[in-house]
């Protein structure tokens, strides 16, 4: 068998046997000899005995030493991979292991987020040896049997992801799993830049490969139609997959750090590391749709790559650099009796009309003329499974739709190690790393579910960053839930702020587009961890009639209250008349600022007569009376306007 997949395999289960050996309580040291006992009825002795070889101290007995250079590269690539968290001399002082392995979130101290009882681990081991069985047993190539349990094992309910690398905490915050997947790529790495090399990790140079997507907020928004939304949307996962697949070609799934939200991360080594990266420029440009792609790289030494905060923090003003560098080419020149695409607005547009979204101009209605690369962007929005505004804007009381962007405050310092350091006295070591951004990855994609599952859709959702379109007020409402959940997923580590704008579904998107973004911008001004939004009901608002609105960020707890306030109301039997005088209240405040002061008097003498008649609760009554004089009175009422059927018509 060839010599690097031998290698791949044993560094990538390298710790398989630590799930069999805390099952038995055994002897922290031993977890080695499972590993052989696992893999030798799965694979071949030669495999078995290259995985259990990986440690060389004086804890281990000399039977477990590396003796083979294959196996002293493992060796050397879980050191590198664990970084400063080697925890042999404190797990000397506890040789067994306790009943119950904890895997603790690896934004915390060790808070607990699984606790592993011996049954637990031992049905793990059962269900992990008979999957590598079954796979490798109905496979004909080694290597496509690689690749397939390799995916089986980084989903999110494998055994291998349940428990972690060690049982210490605060080090046991990222599985067996992201452990020994860096503990492959590293392997791999060294494999391929010429072998063993001795114990001194200096000695060994490793390239981080980062891949960046140009633009990617103008490239989603350059049209304002939604299928052009969803297709460059689709456009970017596309391209993104066809580079990240380049890689995994050339060096393995294994090498892939991170990918998703615009970009990707990659290990890599050096002496290939202008092939690759150029291989997945092209393949990622190639992809269409006017697509470019920044790549970039780092290389450091193998003591550097255990701190892994401090590579990142390279790669990331490596690829700044290389991104105000580079030079864009202009597209090929247009006659003047040529039409240019109604879209882009830079190509020259082809001959066939798309009628299915005609254009207005000079009074006349005109199809789009798109050029080829907008053609094939809406085309393949078009065949994506239908967004429809009118859908979801028929599920709201009032026909509107809510354009939601949320995005993670923060994620730069928190990805880089420096918050890590700083707060919780953490390295960011590669494994470490490899469990946040899956972390991250696997927030944005249960958000998606989340938007989905309160009849919205997801335009685009990467890494931090969500774009969506939801039914009005359920999208209002599903905003700081979302916001609860990534600060919960993330153990309150990171926050998210948010924007979003509230439309008629028959009122032109990109009023929506254009003002979303600037209300995120506004949220994250004032502070982050807030939201900001802007009603605007009317049929054919225009941008200026929306920023003549001065709306105020909201801390996301005060906009919960809020919407508890108002959801309140909405149980309460509140005349119709009274209802359309809150309403007209809110409309004179928004118009004429200057008679702020009137008319927070008439809303309370609104609020006090309809608590003494006995319409609105005491209770209810003083927490709208601390709203009105806190301003927040106008969002209590527009939002109870929202969430009632009938009474007003706000369209």
Same mark, same amino acid.
């Given at each position: 068998m060839d010599s690097l997949?031998?290698?791949?395999?044993?560094?990538?289960?390298?710790?398989?046997? =630590?799930?069999?050996?805390?099952?038995?309580?055994?002897?922290?040291?031993?977890?080695?000899?499972?590993?052989?006992?696992?893999?030798?009825?799965?694979?071949?002795?030669?495999?078995?005995?290259?995985?259990m070889r990986h440690h060389s101290s004086r804890y281990y007995s000399v039977e477990y030493h590396p003796k083979t250079d294959i196996e002293r590269i493992i060796c050397i690539s879980d050191s590198i991979a664990s970084g400063a968290d080697r925890p042999e001399e404190d797990q000397a002082k506890l040789p067994r292991p306790p009943s119950e392995i904890e895997l603790s979130h690896p934004l915390t101290r060790g808070k607990p987020i699984r606790t592993l009882k011996g049954d637990y681990l031992r049905r793990f081991d059962e269900e992990l040896c008979k999957m590598l069985r079954?796979?490798?047993?109905?496979? =004909?190539?080694?290597?496509?049997?690689?690749?397939?349990?390799?995916?089986?094992?980084?989903?999110?309910?494998?055994?291998?992801?349940?428990?972690?690398?060690?049982?210490?905490?605060?080090?046991?915050?990222?599985?067996?799993?992201?452990?020994?997947?860096?503990?492959?790529?590293?392997?791999?790495?060294i494999y391929l830049s010429g072998g063993y090399k001795g114990e001194r990790l200096e000695d060994y140079r490793f390239s981080l490969l980062s891949g960046d997507v140009d633009g990617i907020q103008s490239f989603i928004n350059a049209s304002r139609r939604l299928p052009d939304l969803v297709g460059g949307s689709r456009l970017i996962n596309v391209a993104l997959e066809n580079a990240v697949r380049v890689v995994e070609e050339m060096l393995g799934p294994e090498c892939i750090v991170y990918?998703?939200?615009?970009?990707?991360?990659?290990?890599?080594?050096?002496?290939?590391?202008?092939?690759?990266?150029?291989?997945?420029?092209?393949?990622?440009?190639?992809?269409?749709?006017?697509l470019t792609i920044t790549i970039s790289y780092v290389t450091v030494n193998g003591s550097e790559l255990g701190f892994f905060g401090d590579v990142w923090r390279k790669a990331i003003q490596n690829m700044r650099r290389a991104k105000s560098e580079r030079r864009y080419r202009l597209g090929a020149s247009?006659?003047?009796?040529?039409?240019?695409?109604?879209?882009?607005?830079?190509?020259?547009?082809?001959?066939?009309?798309?009628?299915?979204?005609?254009?207005?101009?000079?009074?006349?209605?005109?199809?789009?003329?798109?050029?080829?690369?907008?053609? =094939?962007?809406?085309?393949?929005?078009?065949?994506?499974?239908?967004?429809s505004i009118d859908e979801i804007g028929g599920k709201d009381p009032y026909h509107l739709v809510c354009i939601l962007k949320i995005d993670g405050?923060?994620?730069?310092?928190?990805?880089?190690?420096?918050r890590i350091k700083e707060e919780l006295g953490k390295n960011m070591s590669p494994s470490r790393l490899s469990a946040i951004s899956r972390l991250i990855h696997e927030t944005s994609e249960?958000?998606?579910?989340?938007?989905?599952?309160?009849?919205?859709r997801c335009i685009y959702a990467g890494g931090d960053d969500i774009l969506a379109i939801l039914p009005g007020i359920e999208g209002l409402k599903a905003a700081p839930e979302m916001s609860r959940i990534f600060e919960e997923r993330l153990a309150g580590f990171s926050t998210v702020s948010g924007g979003a704008v509230l439309i008629h579904r028959k009122s032109p998107l990109s009023v929506a587009l254009e003002w979303v973004r600037e209300l995120l911008e506004k949220a994250k001004d004032a502070g982050r961890n807030r939201f900001c939004y802007v009603l605007t009901p009317r049929i054919g608002v225009t941008p200026s009639e929306i920023a003549e609105v001065e709306r105020i960020p909201i801390e996301w707890g005060v906009f919960r209250e809020i919407l508890r306030?108002?959801?309140?109301?909405?149980?309460?039997n509140i005349p119709p008349s009274q209802l359309r005088m809150m309403y007209s209240l809110i409309t004179e405040l928004r118009r004429h600022p200057e008679k702020r002061g009137k008319a927070v008097d008439e809303a309370l003498y609104i609020v006090k007569r309809q608590v003494s008649r006995g319409v609105i609760p005491f209770e209810v009554g003083v927490q709208l009376i601390d709203s009105i004089k806190n301003s927040l009175f106008e969002y209590i009422v527009e939002l109870f306007m929202l969430s009632r059927r009938g009474g007003i018509q706000v369209e």
């Open positions: 997949l031998v290698l791949r395999i044993g560094s990538l289960l390298h710790d398989i046997g =630590k799930i069999r050996c805390w099952s038995l309580r055994d002897r922290w040291t031993e977890h080695v000899r499972y590993t052989y006992e696992m893999l030798v009825d799965i694979f071949s002795e030669y495999i078995a005995s290259t995985a079954e796979i490798v047993d109905g496979t =004909k190539s080694m290597d496509l049997a690689y690749r397939k349990f390799f995916d089986k094992l980084s989903e999110e309910r494998s055994p291998m992801m349940q428990v972690p690398a060690y049982t210490n905490p605060p080090i046991n915050d990222h599985s067996i799993f992201d452990h020994g997947k860096l503990t492959a790529a590293i392997a791999t790495c990918k998703g939200g615009g970009g990707f991360l990659a290990l890599t080594p050096p002496s290939l590391v202008d092939e690759i990266g150029g291989k997945a420029r092209d393949a990622f440009e190639e992809s269409g749709g006017g247009i006659a003047p009796d040529e039409h240019v695409c109604d879209v882009c607005g830079l190509r020259r547009a082809t001959a066939t009309p798309d009628w299915d979204y005609p254009t207005p101009l000079e009074a006349r209605i005109q199809p789009d003329y798109l050029c080829d690369v907008c053609f =094939k962007r809406r085309d393949l929005g078009k065949s994506s499974e239908g967004i405050d923060k994620i730069g310092r928190l990805l880089d190690g420096s249960y958000l998606k579910e989340f938007v989905e599952k309160h009849g919205g306030i108002a959801d309140e109301l909405v149980t309460l």
